[in-house]
Nanobody
Framework: QVQLVESGGGSVQTGGSLKLSCAASGGAFSTWNMGWFRQAPPKEREFVAGISRTGETTYYGDSVKGRFTISRDNDKNTVYLRMNSLKPEDTAVYYC???????????????WGQGTQVSVSS
């Protein structure tokens, strides 16, 4: 089965940085578009960043634009999310997911990781 495993979460102060990783197995990683989402209950899960199959195209949710950077290494079957200038409102569980198309829609992502916690304090 396809498996996505996130790592790299943790606790940081406002203004700090973290780099999340998502390792994929059991599928053709280089054929997938990849995305990062986050959820901080009771809010619904929201789109954070997306990247095309080759990594040439990236796109971001408005709340993180200019602060976060998504990238991928197809040789390592891994997608990354570099988070800079973190704010308390970035606190959430972050999930990676795969899709057959470039999209911000949760409904079009097929496989999901278990999530990794990011906590930002002032």
């Amino acid at each position: 089965q396809v498996q996505l495993v996130e790592s790299g979460g943790g606790s940081v102060q406002t203004g700090g940085s973290l780099k999340l990783s998502c390792a994929a197995s059991g599928g053709a990683f280089s054929t997938w578009n990849m995305g990062w989402f986050r959820q901080a209950p009771p809010k619904e899960r929201e789109f954070v960043a997306g990247i095309s199959r080759t990594g040439e195209t990236t796109y971001y949710g408005d709340s993180v634009k200019g602060r976060f950077t998504i990238s991928r290494d197809n040789d390592k079957n891994t997608v990354y999310l570099r988070m800079n200038s973190l704010k308390p409102e970035d606190t959430a569980v972050y999930y990676c997911a795969s899709s057959g198309v470039q999209t911000m829609s949760i409904h079009e992502y097929d496989y999901w990781g278990q999530g990794t916690q990011v906590s930002v304090s002032s």
